[in-house]
């Protein structure tokens, strides 16, 4: 078995803070996350595919055309941007577990369209001490 | 069962060819990838078994090492993956392709049932795993 993958970053801020709840509340759950003017994260991405190697290219998929995937269905919507003003962010504190599940069911169907392709995995590094993977196990 | 991993880099020219199209063909399909380039390889290479009693190791660290030298380092490092192997005349040497051309030579070389799997980076953004 033969699984590609390639890293990422991009900058972003968030609020983690559920606003269907009282600042209170978020304090005591997400503690310094909650400050509501926002902080911020270099997050990095590895996003691994599968899929057979196409025997005229020796890949199984270009890294250009993985990067313009990655750069039209991510980097535009998230780099630079305040998450919770995202709309995948709408009804999601945006936490990165929660992050991780949007990566992953932005990129899957984009990938499916480029012939056998299949998305794997995402991990999601938000600071050297935490990171978070969705998708199938190791 | 223990999984041991070690480690090696080594660096290697190469340009994306695919044997059976013309110069063009190629240009047009790999774009600057085409050209006669360079990466410093990272290799990570994992074998598994039960540590030998007498010794405590899955495998001596010294014997993989060689095996490591003799298959990859002196195949590929400080080569240029077109020209100097036989590998890649026809297919392009590509991160895929060469983590299944290292795959095999690993899998020959090992005892038999001890390769886990190998991680061939090309640079720090690009990886390849390659499993059982």
Redesign the interface.
Known sequence: MLEVTRRYKLPAAHVLANPRLSDAENTEIFGKCSNENGHGHNYEFEVTIAGPVDSKTGQILSSDRLDEIFGESIAERYSHRLLNECEAFDALVPTTENFAQIVYQDLAPALAREGSVRLVRVRLTETPRNFFEYGDPR | MVRVTRAIEFSASLR?Q?G??TDAENAE???LAAHQHGHNYRLEVTVKGDPDPRTGMVMNLVDLKAILEREVMSRFDHKDLNRDTDFFKE???????L??VIHEVLVAALPDGMFDRLRLFQD?????????
């Open positions: 994306y695919n059976r199209l399909l790999f774009g297919a392009p040497p590509t991160p895929e392709n983590a299944s720090a953004d690009l990886y390849v795993d390659v499993v059982g």
